[in-house]
């Protein structure tokens, strides 16, 4: 069959057509500006990409069946001639739910942020203990170099996203996951695009609640007083708790939380030391543990797998030094996030100067969701460069007045490099967050530094 995935650059959609690829389906797929680390994998991956949305991709393509993403809406030029012609199309969520997950053990990994890291943990632990498993993920894991295989069965594990499915399934993605095992990481307001409130986006968890069987289990954040309410909606399947003492723990070895000891109701399980940094790692690390305890890998085993896992690509990733000023790159796009990574390079690298460069390119950034808190997340840096949307329609004086002169705001990629150029010096720490390409700004600023 020829299927052809519209919006192919996605970090969902580039899974999605290595999925369809490797299950022998003929895949092509259009996206406009597509950048690392989808673009790289596609490329590698020998996946045809057409650039833009044109409607002539269908006549070259010859679809079969066409694969929409969420990120596409009525409008768009290749939604439109798709509606006109009258070709067969899915999301990529219903096609998953319906050409992947049927018949397997599903492991889903949902919450507002940590989603891909901790999906990543627990296909890496299960890996590591022979099972071979099949994921999806929204980001490219190091130790397996790609976002997405079929794996062998039963086990599968998929990052589940809240995020809406289609412009025609306004439902979220994880609804049609229907997992057996069921991490519910954390749940904030998100995503005010197409979520008014955070009600609605907890009436979608309850929903995802509702589809974990009897059988299944569900492992969440005891922390997190809105999963708690979540639950008290209904619960028909066995919890287990972690960051409570009646459920999973961890206690950190060193300030940076590099190292720390894993206990389950009070009970030494042994110990993780590795590469990652921050008590949200950590937290990440007791779900995935606990998800794969329930898929039969006894915790010992988890922990030797975790002591060998490599971080995700855009997960406070290095991507260059230059005359000691090293450079990091970074997904974090929610105040949460954003204070997280900050603490936890912090706890790293003590006193040094931390130069924060943000790009505030989400839908809910944009709308000024965020306005009032930004500036608090942002405290840890020693300096700030904000980018300015060109369609900005709010002040970012209120997130520069909180950081109380140390934060600056810009129009162009290349000022701000202009910027970090002159003056970062021999042991600084650059880090760049962004959910976005952020104009290629890690490489052309290396490159800067080294003239």
Sequence with gaps: MRLHILGIGGTFMAGVALLARDLGHEVSGSDAGVYPPMSTQLEAQGIRLMEGYEAAHLDNARPDLVVIGNALSRGNPLVEAVLDRGLRYTSGAQWVAENVLQGRWVL??????????????????????????????????????????????PFFVIEADEY????????????????????????????ADIFPDLEAIARQFHHLVRTVPGSGLLVVNARDNHLSEVLAQGCWTPVERFGAEDGWMA???NPEASRFQVLFRGQDQGEVSWDLLGAHNMANALAAIAAARHAGVPVKTALAALRKFRNVKRRLE??????????????????????????ALRARVGNARILAVLELRSNTMRMGVHRDTLGGALALADKVLLLRPVDLNWNLDRVTGALEGRGRVYATVEEIIGVLAAEARPDDHVLIMSNGGFGNIHTRLLERLRT
């Design 318 to 343: 290095v991507r260059g030094s230059v005359r000691g000023i090293t450079v990091y790159d970074d997904f974090a796009h929610h105040p949460t996030a954003i204070a997280a990574t900050l603490g």
């Design 164 to 191: 809406d499915t289609a412009f025609f399934d306004k439902r979220s993605k994880f609804v049609h996951y229907r997992p057996r095992t069921a991490i519910l990481n954390n749940l904030e307001y998100d995503h």
């Design 251 to 253: 206690a950190p070895r």
């Design 108 to 153: 889903g990994v949902a919450g507002t942020h940590g989603k891909t890291t901790t999906a990543s943990m627990l296909a890496w632990i299960l890996e590591h203990a022979g099972l071979a498993p099949g994921f999806l993920i929204g980001g490219v894991p190091e130790n397996f170099g790609v976002s997405a295989r079929l794996g062998r069965e």
